[in-house]
């Protein structure tokens, strides 16, 4: 059926981005709200609003019975999830299909199956893909872990099984840490996902992380290219790029292939990606996970081919078959795209969420800001940091960081401190500059260049108030 009424299932960035989608479809939107974001601009775009509890997450953004009872309050066809909160949680799309709306996105049990790591590691494994030398499935004891190091030899990394956003994730260097670490991680999984699993994975030295964006209607699979998430502090990622940088062709290709493999063995339907390490020093790659959802950093694969990936996830999610063939997609130029959160650099990245008394964003061809912002808005203390995103394009990488700098420094957030001064460093850092960067690279950077040096030009950005 087609799609004509969607409840947005999230907040901030992702939930102006679904309703821009939805309202050039013809959708109409409903928005639910906590009580600490009755303000947020999502709210003010959305044909209706409905106030879905108090700020705690646990009791509003994650509370599926809550969200369910709206969205039938609402009598909406659909409700999509964004990123974050309920998007890879295999019980609530059960629960929006199971009251008779569309989930947008796949079936629960793909979810389930992709969601968990050991399980989604066996897919890939029989789909033909590269994966890390570790574990085969769940380790079930310390005895266990400590046969698996002894084959892989340290580093070794301790996962959660029912991970994501690099949470669940701690590097041992030998037995006394594995023995130490490895109780502790289990806990910690268990308070954070509620499955203390664990699964150890050899570390490798020099890794890069690319992700190939793929996309299938339940029979059909295509991939829309990579992307380069090698930047990142603390296993979070700060900037993503499209295509990835300095990549041999053969390697390109075989990531394409194997990323559609996999989709194709579970017949995908909707948006997700297949996340990989690339080891430069063998020119080899490895599956690491899955990601059944849209993506944080979708918007660069959308600047260099064209192709509005939430609109598809609508279309796919009614019934439609994909409104494009591989043959279709190709890429134009290069585009990045630089996080911008609420967080002060110069004390260690410390959320500093308040009011936004002013902000100017830069316009241009091949150039956007994704946010949430307004000027008067009121940055709640209760959620991610993220602000917003900013994408510039351009024919080459080289155009492509030069007007990138330019826009970071026209950007203007004020009132709260922000994370431009990082970007405009990384901007004209040389090695960044020739892509000669990986996932170790940015915490050991921040050191060295003293908290990169913020600007001048950038200090009114980044003092709090």
């Not at 679904?18 to 639910?32: D, Y």
């Not at 999502?42 to 106030?51: G, L, P, T, Y």
């Not at 046969?147 to 029912?162: D, L, Q």
């Not at 890794?207 to 930047?231: K, M």
Request: glycine share 8%; charged share 25%.
């Amino acid at each position: 059926m087609t799609i004509r009424s969607v409840l947005i299932a999230n907040r901030g960035e992702i939930a102006v981005r679904i309703i821009r989608a939805a309202k050039a479809l013809g959708i109409r939107t409903v928005q639910i709200y906590s009580a600490a974001d009755a303000d947020m601009l999502a709210v003010r775009m959305a044909d209706e609003a409905i106030n879905i509890g108090p700020p705690a997450a646990k009791k509003s953004y994650l509370n599926i019975d809550a969200i369910v009872r709206a969205a039938l309050q609402a009598k909406v066809d659909a409700i999509h999830p964004g990123y974050g909160f309920l998007s890879e949680n295999g019980d609530f799309a059960d629960a929006v299909r199971d009251a008779g709306m569309i989930f947008v996105g796949p079936d629960g049990d793909i979810i389930r199956l992709l969601g968990d790591k050991v399980a989604a590691r066996q897919v890939a494994v029989e789909a033909g893909l590269p994966t890390i030398p570790g574990s085969d499935g769940r380790v079930h004891d310390l005895g266990e872990a400590h046969e698996i190091a002894s084959r892989t030899g340290f580093p070794v990394m301790i996962k959660a099984a029912a991970g994501g956003g690099g949470r669940g994730i701690r590097i041992v260097n030998s037995f006394e840490e594995l023995d130490r670490d490895f109780p502790l991680a289990s806990a910690e999984a268990t308070s954070a996902f509620g499955d203390g699993t664990l699964y150890l994975e050899k570390v490798i030295a020099r890794a890069r992380h690319i992700e190939v964006q793929i996309f299938g209607d339940g029979e059909n699979v295509v991939h829309l290219f990579e992307r380069e998430c090698s930047l990142q502090r603390r296993r979070q990622k700060v900037w993503e790029e499209a295509p990835a940088v300095n990549l041999p062709p053969r390697i390109r290709s075989r990531l394409h292939a194997s990323a559609v493999s996999l989709a194709k063995a579970v017949g995908y339907r909707g948006a997700g990606t297949v996340e990989f390490l690339y080891d430069e020093l063998a020119e080899e790659f490895y599956f690491i996970e899955v990601n059944t959802r849209i993506q944080v950093e979708h918007p660069v694969t959308e600047m260099i081919t064209g192709i509005d990936l939430v609109q598809e996830m609508f279309k796919v999610a009614g019934g439609a078959k994909l409104s494009f063939s591989q043959n279709d997609v190709s890429v134009r130029g290069h585009a990045i795209e630089c996080r911008i959160n609420a967080e002060d650099p110069a004390r260690n990245f410390m959320p500093m969420p308040g009011k936004i008394t002013r902000m100017v964003v830069p316009s241009g061809e091949a150039m956007r800001f994704d946010t949430m912002l307004f000027e008067g808005y009121t940055v709640p203390p209760f959620y991610d940091s993220l602000l917003g995103k900013l994408i510039v394009g351009g024919p080459t990488r080289a155009d492509c960081l030069q007007a990138l700098e330019s826009a970071l420094r026209e950007l203007i957030i004020e009132g709260v401190p922000t994370t431009l001064p990082l970007h405009i460093a990384l901007s004209t850092d040389g090695n960044v500059q020739k892509g000669a960067v990986h996932t170790r690279f940015l915490e050991p950077w921040l050191e060295s260049e003293e908290r990169f040096a913020i600007q001048p030009d950038c200090a009114d950005q980044s003092v709090p108030t």
